[in-house]
């Protein structure tokens, strides 16, 4: 079973310096229909203007990804960590018993353009920590590229959950299959472009919830770049 939910479906919120789609319920968007899907509970497409960002506030017992499109995110924590977070990296963030931190856009004149992702832990009350690699364009190229997973399998990070997520960018005559449990659950997440998922055509900030199905095909990208998640059942 395959369910599309388009872009425009999502909810919105302008508030000047940030402008943010979302996928689930978040903040003053509540919708009973979509409160996440199955151990996915946010994503969030923002955009930051410059010299904005998230003041300093806490976190417990999520497992937060940051995937960085354009600009740079600059992250400041109460672990200690002070990154920037540019494209091609992934951060994640294990929020467990309790972590504070800070989100911002130096950059005098571009907009921070990234995704936010929360997914549920399977463990909970556990030390908050921190972990960040760069996944070079090559790696996506034609593929899906595993970057993060709860064994760190294949150089993703860590992450304390039952999920796997793979990034990948499709042009042309690239093209790739997965295989999936049809016991699990299966999201995708179309970041940008035109991409042919099982058939169906989505387009950039469109989304497909899978379920009970055995392979995802991915094929006929135009400057496509996706996000796949493999999810709890």
């Known amino acids: ?24 319920s978040f903040a003053g968007y509540y919708d009973p229909e979509h409160m996440g899907f ?103 190229r034609g593929a899906l590229r595993l970057v993060a997973s709860s064994d760190g399998a294949q150089g993703s990070v860590l992450i304390h959950a039952d999920a796997r997520l793979y990034a990948g960018l499709f042009d042309g005559g690239e093209a790739a299959v997965l295989a999936l449990d049809p016991q699990r659950k299966a999201y995708v997440h179309l970041v940008r472009g035109q991409l042919e998922v099982n058939g169906q055509t989505l387009h950039g900030g469109d989304a497909l919830a899978l379920q009970s199905e055995s392979r995802l095909e991915l094929s006929k990208g135009q400057d496509a770049e996706v996000l796949v998640f493999d999810l709890a059942p």
């Not at 940051?66 to 924590?77: C, F, I, K, P, T």
């Not at 672990?79 to 309790?98: C, H, L």
């Not at 907009?111 to 463990?123: D, G, R």
């Open 38 to 140: 199955g151990n996915l509970r946010v994503i969030n497409e923002d955009r930051v203007a410059a010299g904005r960002g998230f003041g300093t506030h806490g976190h417990q017992n999520m497992e937060i990804i940051s995937y960085v499109l354009s600009g740079e995110l600059a992250h400041q924590d109460s672990i200690g960590n002070v990154k920037g977070i540019p494209p091609g990296d992934v951060q994640r963030m294990s929020a467990g018993s309790g972590v504070r931190h800070s989100e911002f856009n130096h950059a005098q004149g571009q907009t921070t353009h990234f995704l936010q992702i929360w997914i549920e832990p399977n463990v909970t009350g556990i030390a908050p920590s921190y972990e960040q690699k760069t996944f070079p364009e090559a790696d996506k």
């Open 1 to 24: 079973m395959m369910t599309l939910r388009t872009s425009g479906e999502r909810g919105y919120a302008d508030h000047g310096w940030l402008k943010s789609f979302h996928s689930f």
